[in-house]
Nanobody
Framework: QVHLMESGGGSVQAGGSLRLSCAAS????????LGWFRQAPGKEREEVAQ???????RYADSVKGRFTISQANAKNTLYLQMNSLKPDDSGMYYC????????????WGQGTQVTVSS
């Protein structure tokens, strides 16, 4: 069982930056893939960024070049550095984890709100 807790959300003006953190209750070994997702009101949840068990990353087209996903060396904290924020980036951000043999993310945090004003 893995418990995840996000922090770092807040309100920022367009063009600003935020860094989200996700603390895991245990060491996230190389058996886990980790990701950041977001959901805006009235919209479906979408994947923002993912880092796999060997450190490869991928990003949604809408955030490429602006967001960076990373892990602490101890692998118990996941980060999302968000730069050049836009109002469309607003929403509830969730971190999630899945074991490498699972096809869906099955561990989720409670989310942290990000609001970007124009």
């Amino acid at each position: 069982q893995v418990h995840l807790m996000e922090s770092g959300g807040g309100s920022v003006q367009a063009g600003g930056s935020l860094r989200l953190s996700c603390a895991a209750s245990r060491y996230m070994s190389d058996r886990y893939h980790l990701g950041w997702f977001r959901q805006a009101p009235g919209k479906e949840r979408e994947e923002v960024a993912q880092i796999d068990s060997v450190g490869r990353t991928r990003y949604a087209d809408s955030v490429k070049g602006r967001f960076t996903i990373s892990q602490a060396n101890a692998k118990n904290t996941l980060y999302l550095q968000m730069n050049s924020l836009k109002p469309d980036d607003s929403g509830m951000y969730y971190c999630a984890a899945r074991m490498v043999w699972d096809t869906t993310f099955n561990y989720w945090g409670q989310g942290t709100q990000v609001t970007v004003s124009s």
